[in-house]
Each structure stands twice: as C-alpha cells, then as structure tokens.
C-alpha cells in the first residue's frame, strides 16, 4: 500500500519560509500529478498546489498563488512545497496526496505562522 510521509513543518514567524517535503512509497508517484492540500482548525481540507506528473504544469490556489512553489523528484519519489511570505492565515495541517485525492491521506505536517 502507498504510504504519504509529510515533514517540514514548524512554527514560522509571519513573512518566513519553510520547505514541505512529501515523500511517497510505491511505484505510482511517478505517474501521477500530485498536490498539497491544507487543512486550518475548523475548515475543510483545501487544495493549494498541484504539479503534472513531469512537473511541466503547476497551479495554485489564489491565496498562495506568486509565494508557494511546488516541486518534484521522481527519482525521489517526493513532492516539495517552498511557502514564502507565510501569513498568519496560513496556518495549517499541511498534506500531499495524488491530485484526485485517491490514496489514504498521511498525518500531515503542521504549520502555524505566528508571532
């Protein structure tokens, strides 16, 4: 069975940055878009990025779009995602999955942007 493993996480200050990291076991990483979704305390799970199965198309949520940047390794097998210019509103359960949400989700990394 596919495993999701987020890290990355931590508590950030508002105008920081942090680097997310996915990592995915099993064959079909590689063939799939993949996305970062986030879930804040009290609000559904949302998607903010996703990346084409070469990494040739990225879109974004508009609240994230010009300071997150999502990447990938298929070599790796993971997924990254660069968070820029974070915002007290970013705070957040942050989680990987393919782009149609199909594989059991991980535990996620937390974010809280704080001061």
């Known amino acids: 069975q596919v495993q999701l493993v987020e890290s990355g996480g931590g508590l950030v200050q508002p105008g920081g940055s942090l680097r997310l990291s996915c990592r995915a076991s099993g064959g079909i990483f590689s063939v799939n878009a993949m996305g970062w979704y986030r879930q804040a305390p009290g609000k559904e799970r949302e998607l903010v990025a996703d990346?084409?199965?070469?990494?040739?198309?990225?879109n974004y949520a508009s609240s994230v779009k010009g300071r997150f940047t999502i990447t990938r390794d298929n070599a790796k097998n993971t997924v990254y995602l660069q968070m820029n210019s974070l915002k007290p509103e970013d705070t957040a359960v942050y989680f990987c999955n393919l782009r149609n949400a199909a594989l059991p989700w991980g535990q996620g990394t937390q974010v809280p942007v704080s001061s």
């Open positions: 990346i084409s199965r070469y990494g040739s198309t990225t």
